[in-house]
């Protein structure tokens, strides 16, 4: 056992977080069947709708416990968070993972119903911010972590250990891990759990649009897609295909 099984209530320490595009009933089920922690990724389905579509879609697959990652980063024209939100707890989830920016709007609903929060974070002082806004747990995530990796680009090798030091409530180290290994390592650095990047190109579905991940110049980048990415000759970043509101939900906290 350890602090995250204890307090999520799944078998094994690994985690599958919020990923734009991939984070759809068929993974998520399969990671809470195998006994790890699935999320859902709310901004993944156009509508709240179809987000309560797909927790149920999900409940089809399995009878293990799940959550639903709700990415909440800053945006002139925001998502409906508050419509996300209802729906989380209208269908009864029990977990949430929050990501993108100060989980603090959110957390009286989401407690007041029994849901519990992990946030994810990319900095030890955001994790200690959000252990005193009464999270119930922290992932963090190294520079190694996709989505958005924060601004300080601290590895994970540095930056677990570090917060862990300051760490109380049971934290996920998000970024770098890809087998054994690296649980081994992870363990050693005094984590809880491990969050792990899953491969992303035999998960999209047709029609699917994957964003560039940090388009520089003229160089050619991998996209979710497995596809590759040249920025177009007017500009530095090229012209990719719109990310979606609140964009990748595998995101930092701020």
């Given amino acids: 056992l350890s602090k995250i099984t204890e307090a999520f209530g799944v078998e094994h320490p690994i985690a599958q977080g919020g990923m734009q595009w991939v984070g759809r009933a068929e993974l998520v089920a399969a990671v809470a069947n195998a006994g790890g922690l699935g999320f859902i990724t ?24 799940f959550g639903v990652n ?12 508050d419509e996300y939100r209802q729906v989380i707890v209208d269908a009864g989830i029990k977990i949430v993972e929050t990501a993108g920016s100060n989980p603090a709007p959110h957390l009286p609903m989401f407690h007041d119903n029994g849901i519990k929060v992990l946030h994810k974070c990319t900095s030890v002082r955001h994790a200690v911010k ?3 806004l009464g999270v119930d747990g922290i992932s963090i995530d190294g520079f190694e972590c996709a989505g958005h990796p924060g601004e ?4 994970g090798l540095v930056l677990i250990p570090a917060a862990a030091d300051k760490i109380e ?11 054994s290994r690296g649980l081994v390592a992870g363990g050693l ?18 029609g699917d649009r994957a964003a560039p991940s940090n388009g520089v110049g003229g160089t050619a980048l991998p996209t979710q897609s497995g596809q590759r990415y040249a920025p177009s000759s007017g500009s530095s970043a090229g012209s990719a295909a719109p990310a979606p509101p609140g964009g990748s939900s595998n995101t930092t906290g701020r």
Avoid: C, V
């Avoid at 709700?70 to 968070?81: C, F, G, R, S, V």
């Fill in 130 to 132: 959000a252990q005193s």
């Fill in 169 to 179: 409530i049971p934290m996920i180290a998000s970024g770098g891990f890809a087998d």
């Fill in 70 to 81: 709700l990415t909440i980063l800053p945006a002139i024209n925001p998502p409906p968070y």
């Fill in 152 to 155: 300080d680009d601290i590895p």
């Fill in 189 to 206: 650095l005094w984590s809880s759990a491990f969050s792990f990047d899953i491969a992303k190109a035999n998960l999209m579905r047709p």
């Fill in 42 to 65: 709310a901004l993944t389905q156009p509508t709240p709708a179809d987000l309560a579509n797909e927790i149920a879609r999900t409940r089809d697959l399995t009878d293990k416990p």
